[in-house]
Nanobody, 115 residues
Framework: QVQLVESGGGLVQPGGSLRLSCAAS????????MGWYRQTPGKQRELVAT???????NYADSVKGRFTISRDNAKKTVYLQMDNLKPEDTAVYYC?????????WGKGTLVTVSS
């Protein structure tokens, strides 16, 4: 069974940084497009950033210039470097692995930005 395990969430002050990691198992990681999404209570899950198997990246406008997505195929891990965090970045962050028609999700990691 495919597993995606997120880590690195926590409490950080506005302007601070966090690095999220998502470790994948039981998939051929290198052929999957990977992404980070986030969700707050009462809202739909939204895209934060994606990186394709060819390493093409895409970001939500709200995080451009502050967040960086990257992947290490040898470690089967995708990262999200988050800098200059804002209170509105507070959410549960989910890792996604997609290769049509497969679509897998992690259980999420909570990021709280507060002073």
């Amino acid at each position: 069974q495919v597993q995606l395990v997120e880590s690195g969430g926590g409490l950080v002050q506005p302007g601070g940084s966090l690095r999220l990691s998502c470790a994948a198992s039981r998939i051929i990681f290198s052929v999957y497009d990977m992404g980070w999404y986030r969700q707050t209570p009462g809202k739909q899950r939204e895209l934060v950033a994606t990186i394709t198997s060819l390493r093409t990246t895409n970001y939500a406008d709200s995080v451009k210039g502050r967040f960086t997505i990257s992947r290490d195929n040898a470690k089967k891990t995708v990262y999200l470097q988050m800098d200059n965090l804002k209170p509105e970045d507070t959410a549960v962050y989910y890792c996604n692995a997609a290769r049509n028609p497969m679509d897998y999700w992690g259980k999420g990691t909570l990021v709280t930005v507060s002073s």
